[in-house]
């Protein structure tokens, strides 16, 4: 190993690649609490999900289909991720109450109410930054939450570039 190590690699490494909380990593980073501002949250049919979604939550038995757009800020408001989640609602109805009675990031809720479940990773990259009318690129990951054995979330989380460094190529 390399004595002279790349710390903000190694963050954006370990971020990208957990398949833990990673509100509990961000925090931790931050030395700050991350509170969640939901943005937008609706339902729609499944034919109007992305094809990669309705391929990964395997969504040809679902009626509907819950998107969730939401932020982790910290106390002064500014953005540290932005999140997008499509929920297979009625695979996980007790989940989805406490999701609508507890603004609460999604993982910490998934923990607090011991769904039993695990995540898969789909990958990592660089994408454009939403909202921001110059191109602003930054890291993110995305994974699918299990509900025993059937996939229940897909979960694309995208930093801020200020704190979550690009992934080296």
């Known amino acids: 190993m390399e004595a002279n190590l790349n710390m ?3 963050v954006t490494r370990m971020l990208l690649n957990s398949d833990g909380s ?5 925090e931790s980073l931050l030395d700050t609490p991350l509170s969640v501002r939901v943005q937008m949250e609706q339902c729609c049919p499944p034919d109007k999900a992305p094809p990669l979604i309705q391929k990964v939550l395997e969504l040809k038995d679902e009626r509907t289909v819950m998107l969730r757009r939401s932020m982790l800020v910290t106390a002064s408001e500014e953005w540290i991720s932005q999140n997008v989640v499509w929920i297979c609602h009625m695979r996980c109805p007790a989940f989805v109450d ?3 009675e507890e603004e609460k990031p999604i ?3 998934w923990s607090e109410g011991r769904f039993s479940g695990f995540r898969k990773g789909l990958g990592s990259g660089v994408r454009q930054v939403e909202g921001h009318s110059c191109a602003v690129l930054a890291s993110f990951k995305h ?3 299990y509900l025993e054995q059937s996939p229940v979330m897909y979960v694309r989380e995208t ?11």
Do not use: C, D, M, W
């Open 8 to 10: 903000s690699a190694a």
């Open 22 to 26: 990673t509100t509990q990593l961000l």
């Open 98 to 100: 406490r999701l609508h």
């Open 107 to 109: 993982g910490k809720l």
């Open 143 to 145: 994974y699918l939450i």
């Open 159 to 169: 930093f801020n570039p200020k704190y979550v460094a690009l992934p080296e190529l």
